[in-house]
């Protein structure tokens, strides 16, 4: 994502470019939830109630229309055309695997597929009130039908085939052929745990009891059950205004992927993931549907400090204030909304009901404060390996581009970037590498700051308005704060703000990008509209927030991200670089265009010899056996992903599952530790690290997995190499 904090004329703007990760999965996962997507897990608004409320609906659908018309940067006309690309966008969107609505269901919904475009003008909701009514009733029908197949042994005798993506399947023709569908699904989900079940008996150090298939089948059966009526609970206290979100965020959804419409709790999350701060207590918490655990303290937080709340702590009663008289139970309640109670302003306090693991209940006032995420920050380490002990390389991990826009302006991650750049330059070391691999994007004013670090003063990305001539985002700061080799690591899932900083590294030929076959190609500029601001009717507010697309922007030389993205100079083998996996693989993204380039150069560093970069890392790249087993995993996922149907027949699916898992256990452990890289924390970070048993846990974990990064390991060689190239030229 990308913010500007300020516009010309000094008034806060919140322009941002955001991957929108909630929104983009990998992977099919094959579990319940992840066949079923997202659209059931949206977070609850509470402007409405599961009433219609005509008045307030219609005064919602003219502020998204209005800002849509007079703000988005490609608008589109709201015609019979639109219509229908909404229509089966959201019938996507609410039964994308085809499991809920039957034909006859799609036949009474196809009256409206024309006709949605003339509803929102109107401010009416004919369609979306049916859709909720058929999916209601589909609910009570199909957790009938689950339950009643799960009610006895299954039969895998049958030759048959469960389809997993709904794109290959036509609707249900009737109720008989979407029992069969469910029918397939139970046997898929009990299979597959069996086969688990039964691949853990077999190893030889199990110590269990060992059973047989019918217990197994009875066993899984159950859980499945268990499973799914947690599920169909949650459904079922789905509201009128969170289905409504669902529809809303289909129909920005047709002007592009990242245009959408947030509720007031939506909209906070997003700015607390976006600044890595909250006012609250400091805990984390998550639910199984009818409890809510404690799963970590976060160190330095308000929890942390008064010490009584523990992870492994269920709590079972919220109260505003230092008393617990007016508790409430949350037993059973949504993860937010147990969240919008015990989150709260600075300085107040909450008192929490808790059960301890043993069983003992306890009463903890907390006073609420500033809770700094730390972990979501940029973060340094220095590299050596062996042969190369005296060239010790910087090493800056930045996970986003967080910043905070309040007016305490708490966190900047071009600010802190800047201090570890300095930490590192103490340290002498000779090169830096930044990682901003799955990197989603951030602040657009902390992306030019952080890019200006590495050159002098000049442009770094042009942003481009609705009929409008392009600006040019200056880095106005001559100071070069690192002057020297510099690597960029990327990867299919660094967007938007790391596409700017590697694109103009790349264009000013200032470092060597390094990583997958190509990032995520996003290009587009959004910016958070306050709905409220042109409904003058005090009665129907809040309505939320919209995140719109209202600018696109280019690279120095002109050229787009925009479903491009950027190729670096030095490609790794990658899990994911033969998966399509981009803004290319969304529904209607915008279209990559060209604009004129801008006068650009830089004096800090030039690389010395990119061609010879790349030929070494060629080499040791095709004799390595690890990238070898990466690139052939590559492919094998390649093949997963497009294999889409299961055998149901037990002997068929074991045969499957067996060839399935040969296939996997020849990549397990694949990553071990690499013994000539030499990792280490900078002596000044120690006294925090050590400050905390979970700091010292994390940090401890992330130096592990970094000791196992081949992809890593390949860059510190390549700076290796730029290293001794730029001392065999004479550069300093």
């Not at 015609?79 to 994308?96: A, Q, T």
């Amino acid at each position: 994502m990308l913010y500007q904090p300020f516009g010309r004329n000094g008034k806060s703007i919140n322009d941002l470019l955001t991957i929108d990760m909630k929104l983009k999965q990998s992977l099919l996962l094959f579990s319940f939830i992840g066949v079923l997507g997202l659209a059931f897990f949206l977070t609850p608004f509470k402007g409405f109630n599961n009433e219609p409320d005509p008045k307030k609906e219609a005064a919602l659908m003219r502020s998204v229309l209005q800002h849509l018309s007079g703000v988005h940067f490609q608008p589109k006309s709201i015609d019979d055309e639109f219509s229908k690309s909404l229509f089966h966008l959201y019938l996507k969107n609410i039964d994308n695997s085809k499991r809920f609505l039957n034909q006859s269901d799609i036949d009474q919904l196809m009256v409206f597929e024309t006709q949605l475009d003339d509803q929102a003008n109107a401010g009416t909701f004919e369609f979306f009130n049916l859709s909720v009514s058929l999916l209601e009733n589909s609910l009570v029908k199909t957790q009938g039908w689950y339950q009643e197949i799960l009610s006895k042994p299954l039969d895998f005798s049958s030759d048959d085939f469960l389809q997993a993506d709904g794109k290959k399947l036509d609707w249900a023709k009737d109720d008989a052929e979407l029992r069969q569908r469910w029918e397939k699904w139970m046997k898929y989900e009990i299979l597959n745990r069996i086969s688990d079940e039964q691949a853990k008996q077999e190893k030889e150090d199990f110590t269990g009891e060992k059973k047989d298939f019918a217990t197994l089948e009875t066993e899984q059966r159950e859980k499945v059950l268990d499973l799914y009526d947690k599920w169909f609970k949650r459904m079922s206290k789905m509201d009128r205004s969170r289905r409504m979100e669902i529809f809303f965020n289909s129909f920005t959804n047709v002007f592009d992927p990242h245009s959408g419409y947030f509720s007031p709790i939506e909209r906070q999350n997003f700015d607390i993931q976006m600044s890595g701060k909250l006012e609250g207590i400091g805990a984390r918490l998550q639910s199984d549907g009818e409890k809510t655990t404690v799963t970590e303290i976060v160190p330095g937080g308000p929890a942390w400090k008064q010490g009584a709340l523990q992870a492994n702590d269920v709590i079972l009663k919220v109260a505003q204030g230092d008393t617990d008289k007016e508790s409430m139970d949350i037993m059973g309640w949504d993860i937010d909304d147990v969240v919008s109670k015990i989150r709260g302003d600075k300085g107040t306090k909450v008192t929490l009901t808790v059960q301890k693991p043993d069983g003992s209940e306890k009463v903890i006032v907390i006073t609420r404060d500033v809770v700094i995420m730390e972990e979501g920050f940029a973060k340094s380490l220095i590299l050596t390996s062996s042969g190369h002990e005296k060239d010790k390389i910087g090493y800056i991990f930045l996970p986003k581009f967080y910043a905070d826009f309040t007016s305490s302006g708490v966190t900047s991650c071009a600010a802190d970037v800047q201090k570890e750049v300095n930490k590192l330059k103490s340290e002498q070391v000779k090169g830096i590498i930044l990682d901003l691999r799955g990197n989603g994007g951030g602040s657009l004013r902390d992306v030019i700051q952080m890019s200006g670090l590495f050159i002098e003063e000049g442009p770094i990305v042009q942003v481009k308005g609705r009929r409008k001539s392009p600006e040019i985002m200056n880095d106005n700061d001559p100071r070069v704060q690192w002057g020297g080799p510099l690597i960029v690591m990327v990867n299919g899932f660094s967007a938007s703000a790391s596409e700017i900083l590697a694109a103009a590294m790349q264009d000013y030929g200032r470092a060597v990008i390094v990583g997958s076959a190509g990032t995520y190609g996003k290009g587009t500029v959004q910016r958070f509209y306050d709905l409220d601001n042109i409904v003058s009717d005090e009665s129907v507010k809040p309505l939320g927030s919209m995140k719109l697309t209202m600018q696109k922007f280019y690279r120095v030389t002109g050229k787009t991200t925009q479903l491009d993205g950027v190729t670096p100079d030095i490609v790794l083998p990658d899990f994911y670089n033969y998966i399509d996996n981009g803004e290319r693989d969304t529904d209607f993204p915008l279209e990559s265009t060209t604009i004129e380039a801008v006068p650009f150069n830089q004096t800090a560093y030039h690389i010395s010899d990119l061609d010879k970069l790349k030929s070494n890392s060629a080499a040791r790249v095709s004799a390595d056996p690890i990238f070898q087993k990466v690139n052939d995993n590559a492919s094998r996922l390649r093949k997963l992903k497009d294999q889409t149907s299961y055998p149901l027949e037990l002997y068929k699916f074991k045969k499957w599952n067996t060839k399935m898992d040969e296939e996997a256990k020849r990549y397990d452990d694949i990553f071990t530790p690499i013994e000539t890289l030499q990792i280490e924390n900078l002596a000044v970070d120690m006294p925090q690290i050590q400050s905390d048993t979970s700091r010292q846990a994390r940090n401890e974990s992330w130096l592990k997995d970094r000791q196992k990064d081949i992809q890593l390991f390949e860059t510190v060689q390549i700076m290796n190499d730029m290293l001794r190239m730029d001392a065999m030229v004479g550069k300093h």
